[in-house]
């Protein structure tokens, strides 16, 4: 039996494809590999090249859906008649990146001196966005790490870089630490790991009750600094007080 030619199956495909919206090819790739795509999940192995063009014309088009239904005349009015373009390029290249892009690159070094003291990175700077309201989630996080010989060594600036990363995708404040200790963890296998995340979170600031003073505060500890009092303690003590006064 004769077998088709590879570009005639690549021409059969792409034509199949003509008219599908780029959201759903890549949900029906998700769908099919049997991966999750919730809010805080990043999806970029399942973007073909080009594709996050197309999902910004798509996003631009419904976003414009979003005005039209709103009733805002994008049409004569000058302040908004880019506004869905602006829109939809914020949530896909800025506020929501972390969903479409691969992880950034981070280079790893032995532990040639062994170093086997307490190390903390901080405060880092989060901004992010609750997946209930896809308001910000804006805080500071601060990283706690206990290197034994055979940990990975990073650079300062590598632990900001893993934390946007995370934090640029809508998140629940309690899965947005784990997400990025268990990344940490991966990158580095020290004997212990601490984070620390404060934020204000703008759906209960700029909404809802409009209560400006309240924040969150949650810990994740893995390793020694769940078995070892003293040393969650020595990092505890190290924090400012009052971290976002």
């Known amino acids: 039996m004769l077998m088709p030619h590879p570009d005639a199956m690549t021409a059969r495909a792409n034509s199949e494809e003509e008219g599908v919206p780029v959201s759903v090819r890549i949900r029906e790739r998700l769908r099919a590999a049997r991966k999750r795509f919730h809010a805080n999940d990043n999806i970029a192995d399942f973007i073909q090249p080009g594709e996050l063009e197309e999902l910004l014309d ?15 005349d994008t049409r004569s009015d000058h302040n908004t008649e880019d506004t869905a373009r602006r829109v939809a390029k914020m949530y896909i290249k800025e506020v929501f ?14 532990n040639a001196e062994h170093l086997n003291e ?11 966005a609750c997946s209930h ?8 996080l601060w990283i706690g790490v206990m290197p034994n010989e055979h940990t990975n060594v990073i650079g300062l600036s590598k632990y900001a870089r893993l934390a946007e990363w995370i934090m640029s995708r809508p998140q629940i404040q309690e899965e947005a630490v784990v997400q990025l200790a268990d990344l940490i963890q991966e990158k580095t296998q020290p004997d212990g790991l601490a984070i620390v995340m404060e934020a204000t979170h703008y759906c209960m600031a700029w909404r809802g009750v409009k209560d400006m003073d309240s924040r969150m505060i949650n810990s994740v500890m893995r390793g020694v ?11 505890l003590s190290l924090l400012p007080r009052q971290a976002s006064a």
Do not use: W
Request: glycine letters at 6%; hydrophobic letters at 45%.
């Open 97 to 110: 990146a972390g969903r479409y892009v691969k992880a950034p690159a981070i280079t790893e070094f032995p």
């Open 58 to 72: 798509e996003v631009t088009e419904k976003m414009q859906a979003v005005l039209d239904s709103l009733v805002i």
């Open 225 to 235: 600094f769940l078995k070892d009092a003293n040393l969650r303690r020595e990092f």
């Open 133 to 140: 309201h896809f308001c910000p989630v804006i805080g500071r």
């Open 118 to 128: 307490l190390m903390i990175v901080g405060p880092i700077t989060v901004r992010s």
